[in-house]
């Protein structure tokens, strides 16, 4: 069984930072594929950031520049530092990680950017 815990969010003023981490439990390789998603209020889940295997990593053209993905393979967690943040990063994010056929899914950390 593998189970997803995000942590690390809260309030912050818009240009302030926040560092999300999830920490995965359960048969999750070293070399499978981890990532961030988020969901604003009225819209759909989208993808952040990801991690590949290769170490092939991809952000949403959102936030280039400004958010790091990192893995720490020994310790099974993933990171994500955002940095300047904007009002339109408020939303639920969600750590997930897609394994055989399916995937497995945090339950989410909330951040909210005030302008």
């Known amino acids: 069984q593998v189970q997803l815990a995000e942590s690390g969010g809260g309030l912050v003023q818009a240009g302030g930072s926040l560092r999300l981490s999830c920490a995965g439990s359960?048969?999750?390789?070293?070399?499978?594929?981890m990532a961030w998603y988020r969901q604003a209020p009225g819209k759909e889940r989208e993808l952040v950031a990801g991690?590949?295997?290769?170490?092939?990593?991809k952000y949403a053209d959102s936030v280039k520049g400004r958010f790091t993905i990192s893995r720490d393979i020994r310790k099974n967690m993933v990171f994500l530092q955002m940095n300047g943040l904007k009002p339109e990063d408020t939303g639920v994010y969600y750590c997930?990680?897609?394994?055989?056929?399916?995937?497995?899914w945090g339950q989410g950390t909330q951040v909210t950017v005030s302008s």
């Open positions: 991690i590949y295997p290769g170490g092939t990593i």
């Open positions: 997930y990680a897609p394994i055989g056929t399916g995937g497995y």
């Open positions: 359960g048969r999750i390789s070293s070399t499978n594929t």
